[in-house]
């Protein structure tokens, strides 16, 4: 997950000097808020700070982050007329912004901890595209889907080819592993997944740089598990709705599997996240291949303290093993 | 689900006239709410029109509902000296209205129709009633389960004891079968709610009046649904997220399920339909034990006759079973 955030008194104080888009777009403050929490949290890899959306702004749709609101495009693909103008996107001139960042936290970055890359999976990117912003039912897609299956894989073929070259571009710029987030994924049936998803998720993996570790992960995704893992990736992200154990047991013992603390569970003292990520931990006991994460982002009303003893409870815990 | 809703024309009439509580209150009014999409659909049972959030209001937190904004709590449940002062609701003389309209509408109806009541599930109304109102994270009730666990039990207690007594009544008033709605536990890890809700589920099923049918349902809940199972219920109602066969497996073939075709397909035109619900009947058929239904509310934005065309289609493959 992303490691920055508004739970961050630093990273609070860098958005007080830039707006979200304009911190994305600007390399050095860009590596900075990267570098903030791997100092403050002793986490053991960085995470580059980036947005999902930012692949999305040279499609010409009217990307904008209102202040507080969330993303909002101003002109959301609804059908077959909106999808006939959308070309391959030029990643180079359009995020060479983030290769630069990638760059620039991997030079400072000391030897041993990594730097994550990450992009969204272009069903989740898909969906602000279509519904114009943020969605609870996600009817606008599903619509897409079901009404105008070609303007959906015209639609997927661009963000399949735009999403993996940017995902190239940063694995080329220094990064050591990529995420994919699938974050909103969990929306659909399985029946869906399969139809509309899968074969573009296959098609996204298969054009990625060989090497380094590709992390697939989605939240509300119990039930489509075990077609994450046939879509790919060398690790699937669990979230905190499916016990470690059984979502392992989902995907295959043969793939590495990463979280699946409840964030929320940060909101409690110190002792309680223990009992909860040795619980976490435990599930994980005896196999190799388990990487321990949040199930998804930390909430802004998360006392940084609270993170910190989390970080050095995973290192104690882990280091009696 | 409910069957009335805003999609329905004749509703969106009773509207103009009602406010939302004002119409739950209006025994004549809401059984004629709950009668008309069984004449208009043509569909096998009726639902209660009534709303979850209705055995709140006696506990004095200030349940409101704005003009399109959906409930608000106005002095939520936060912690020991909020659940201090909940004491026993006083059923009869609370929701005695919800009663009369069970009576009006069990008059009114042929004879081979029958009507099912229901009631939130004590986690998803403890829900509003802790979050002050819809939310996404539901983090102050996961911050007052694990920090005041006492203060919890106590807030589950009085709902559970709430929550029987309503249902018995609607039962005792001609319900011939009951539906629990869990519609948010799917938030829930599997520890949290073998902690948390489980128990208070349990003895919330063992309080029920004996005889008429119990459905247990709940959205996101593909990882829950053995513990569901063990919690109670003769019918378990899944949403659309898994798949009906291996959510089936995962209840066990000894209890009845219900469910689960996404209500978003309702928005693509007939043909399509057709073939999703088709998918739906064929991963239950050979067993006997599945009630068709949608795996969750019916959207605003359908076209009433895609949901009347659903409810022939239906009829009309398993006729030919």
Redesign the interface.
């Known amino acids: 997950m992303r490691q920055a955030g508004r739970y961050l008194p630093e990273y609070r104080a860098m958005r007080a000097r830039y707006g979200f888009l304009e911190l994305c777009k600007h390399p050095e403050a860009a590596a900075e808020v990267t570098l903030q929490p791997v100092e403050r949290l002793g986490v053991d890899a960085a995470i580059l700070f980036a947005d999902i959306l930012l692949i999305v702004e040279p499609l010409g749709v009217g990307l904008e982050f209102g202040a507080g609101e969330g993303p909002v495009i101003e002109r959301p693909v609804r059908g077959e007329a909106d999808v006939a103008w959308l070309g391959p996107v030029d990643v180079e001139s359009a995020v060479g912004f983030v290769f630069d960042t990638v760059r620039r936290v991997r030079k400072a970055l000391p030897v041993h901890l990594p730097v994550i890359g990450f992009a969204g999976a272009p069903f989740t990117v898909a969906s602000y595209v279509v519904e114009g912003g943020a969605s609870r039912?996600?009817?606008h897609v599903?619509?897409l889907m079901?009404?105008a299956p070609a303007a959906w894989q015209r639609l997927m073929d661009v963000l399949v080819d735009a999403t993996a070259r940017y995902l190239n571009g940063q694995i080329a710029a220094g990064a050591q592993a990529v995420q994919l987030f699938d974050s909103w994924v969990?929306?659909?049936?399985?029946?869906?997944y399969r139809a509309f998803v899968l074969p573009h998720m296959k098609a996204l993996f298969a054009k990625l740089t060989p090497g380094p570790p590709a992390i697939h992960f989605g939240t509300?995704t119990?039930?489509?598990l075990p077609l994450m893992r046939e879509a790919g990736g060398d690790v699937i992200g669990l979230d905190?709705?499916?016990?470690l154990g059984?979502?392992w047991d989902a995907v295959g013992h043969d793939v590495a599997v990463q979280g699946n603390l409840?964030p929320?569970?940060l909101?409690?003292?110190p002792p309680?996240i223990r009992k909860?990520t040795q619980?976490v931990l435990d599930a994980a006991a005896g196999r190799t291949g388990h990487i321990f994460n949040l199930?998804h982002g930390i909430?802004k009303?998360t006392p940084v303290e609270h993170v910190k003893a989390l970080v050095d409870i995973v290192h104690e815990l882990s280091d009696r093993r």
Chains 1, 2 share one sequence.
């Open positions: 039912d996600y009817l599903k619509r079901y009404e969990g929306v659909l049936s399985p029946v869906d509300g119990a039930a489509l905190w709705r499916v016990d059984a979502g409840d929320a569970v909101l409690a003292a309680y909860r619980a199930g909430h009303e």
